[in-house]
């Protein structure tokens, strides 16, 4: 299983940013996905997560109605669109899967891409 993410950057305050994670070796269609982001000295923490078997997504209360998660299954591809960005949106974004998951918490994902960098600052 690989999971490639991209589309991290510089952006200034209120800019916009689309991530970007292509899934190799599993189908979107089956597997749950979420993105991610770990701050400097912070706990990763789960942004956003997409469910599979219902078509529900979670959102992290600090990015509703500005982050929207998305799937292209032709693509097998997850994007995350980020709007009206802020200074402490900055850090490093993942995108991974469970083998099975209830929650969009890091402990129950199993397979990690190597991360975006994603800088909000003027």
């Known amino acids: 299983v690989q999971l490639q993410a991209s589309g991290g950057g510089l952006v200034q305050p209120g800019g916009s940013l689309r991530l970007s994670c292509v899934a190799s070796?599993?189908?979107?269609?089956?597997?749950?996905i979420g993105w991610f982001r770990q701050a400097p000295g912070k706990e990763r923490e789960g942004v956003s997560c997409?469910?599979?078997?219902?078509?529900?997504?979670y959102y992290a209360d600090s990015v509703k109605g500005r982050f929207t998660i998305s799937r292209d299954n032709a693509k097998n591809t997850v994007y995350l669109q980020m709007n009206s960005l802020k200074p402490e949106d900055t850090a490093v974004y993942y995108c991974?899967?469970?083998?099975?998951?209830?929650?969009?918490?890091?402990?129950?994902?199993?397979?990690w891409g190597q991360g975006t960098q994603v800088t909000v600052s003027s």
């Open positions: 997409f469910s599979s078997s219902d078509g529900s997504t």
């Open positions: 991974a899967a469970p083998r099975w998951a209830t929650t969009c918490e890091p402990f129950e994902y199993d397979f």
């Open positions: 070796g599993l189908s979107l269609r089956r597997y749950d």
